[in-house]
């Protein structure tokens, strides 16, 4: 998809949905949407930073998939916190939290969501984001 500045025109940030399954990035997308937030998508992790890269200054939070093939989830949130050490970041797996963080390289996520997870725990996560920018 080709993202121009036109399609970030929101009184709200942006977030960018980083997952390489498409039903989950789908469904994601939907929710947030339904909530009234804009949403950038990618499938991949290298695809992910390039888009935040690009466009950081529309991208208020990132919803990151831990396991991901290639270009893991740990490895893009090292990658996204070099270019912007407060940018607010949810790592979501089926893993624990306690395993997730022990994968991580040294860069932390802002919080965690649990797979699977429920619309309205989906929601809250970036409500109390909003709260806090």
Excluded: W
Excluded at 45 to 54: E, I, S, W
Excluded at 72 to 78: I, K, P, R, S
Aim: charged share 25%; aromatic share 12%.
């Amino acid at each position: 998809m080709l993202y121009t500045p036109n399609t970030f025109k929101s009184v709200r940030k942006s977030i960018l949905i980083i997952d390489d399954e498409y039903s989950i990035l789908d469904i994601s997308r939907e929710i947030l949407e339904y909530a009234g937030f804009k949403v950038i998508t990618s499938l991949t992790g290298r695809n992910g930073v390039d888009l935040y890269h690009q466009y950081k200054e529309y991208i208020g939070a990132i919803l990151l998939d831990m396991n991901m093939p290639f270009f893991n989830g740990a490895e893009t949130l090292e990658e996204l916190k070099a270019i912007n050490p407060e940018l607010y970041v949810v790592l979501t797996s089926g893993s624990s939290e306690e395993d997730v963080s022990k994968r991580c390289l040294g860069s932390y996520p802002t919080a965690f969501l649990a797979k699977p997870f429920t619309p309205e725990k989906l929601i809250e996560i970036f409500s109390v984001m909003e709260e806090k920018q």
